[in-house]
């Protein structure tokens, strides 16, 4: 079945940077787009950003614009999230999510566990 | 950016008892409109889309309703696995939004 497992969350100071990677499996990684979603603690989803299936178009909430940036390796499977210049706000679990058709529209069928990323001093 | 916004926050149910959860988007989305279970530690799960469609597994209790910017998500009778947090996503326009959830707990 499908899976989508996310890693590279942890501690990481205000200011800091920090790559999340999400591994895919079992569906033709590349004929999908994928999104980032975060949660807060204790708060709703936050849709973070997408990429098409190729990579050819990314789109970014405000809240990240210009600080974070999707990217993907469809030869790995791998969807990536590169975060930079983080501040508490920041502080969430993060979770990679597949399209549930390919082509269609931007809803998301399976998620990922969800990796936590805490920033603080 | 479109608003989503859900009522109520909290909804006390009996197990068997008819849940009506609401979900209004601040302008028309259409019927692009999807519906997420989350359980505490869990991922979301995608219930419904398309406003009335059902998910790959989801029981028939579950049923989505609307178009424009009125939906709701109806659970006909509660079981035990429901009590969750209910969110709604509109995929309608960029950015992607989501409501702020609603908590259906046990009466």
């Known amino acids: 079945q499908v899976q989508l497992v996310e890693s590279g969350g942890g501690v990481v100071q205000p200011g800091g940077s920090l790559r999340l990677s999400c591994a895919a499996s079992a569906f033709t990684f590349s004929s999908y787009g994928m999104h980032w979603v975060r949660q807060a603690p204790g708060k709703g989803l936050e849709w973070v950003a997408f990429?098409?299936?190729?990579?050819?178009?990314?789109y970014y909430a405000d809240s990240v614009k210009g600080r974070f940036t999707i990217s993907r390796d469809n030869s790995k499977n791998t969807l990536y999230l590169q975060m930079n210049s983080l501040s508490a706000e920041d502080t969430s679990v993060y979770y990679c999510a597949k399209i549930l058709y390919s082509g269609g529209l931007q809803l998301f069928d399976h998620w990922g566990q969800g990796t936590l990323v805490t920033v603080s001093s | 950016e479109i608003v989503m916004t859900q009522s109520p926050a909290t909804l006390s149910v009996s197990p068997g008892e008819r849940a009506t959860l609401s979900c209004r988007a601040s302008q028309s989305v259409s019927s692009n409109l999807a519906w997420y279970q989350q359980k505490p530690g869990q991922a979301p799960r995608l219930l419904m889309y398309?406003?009335?469609t059902r998910a790959t597994g989801i029981p028939a209790r579950f049923s989505g309703s609307g178009s424009g910017t009125e939906f709701t998500l109806t659970i006909s009778s509660l079981q035990s696995e429901d009590f969750a947090v209910y969110f709604c996503?509109?995929?309608?326009?960029?950015?992607?939004?989501f409501g702020g959830g609603t908590k259906v707990e046990i009466k």
């Open positions: 990429i098409q299936h190729d990579g050819s178009n990314k």
């Open positions: 996503q509109q995929c309608n326009n960029w950015p992607l939004t």
């Open positions: 398309g406003a009335s």
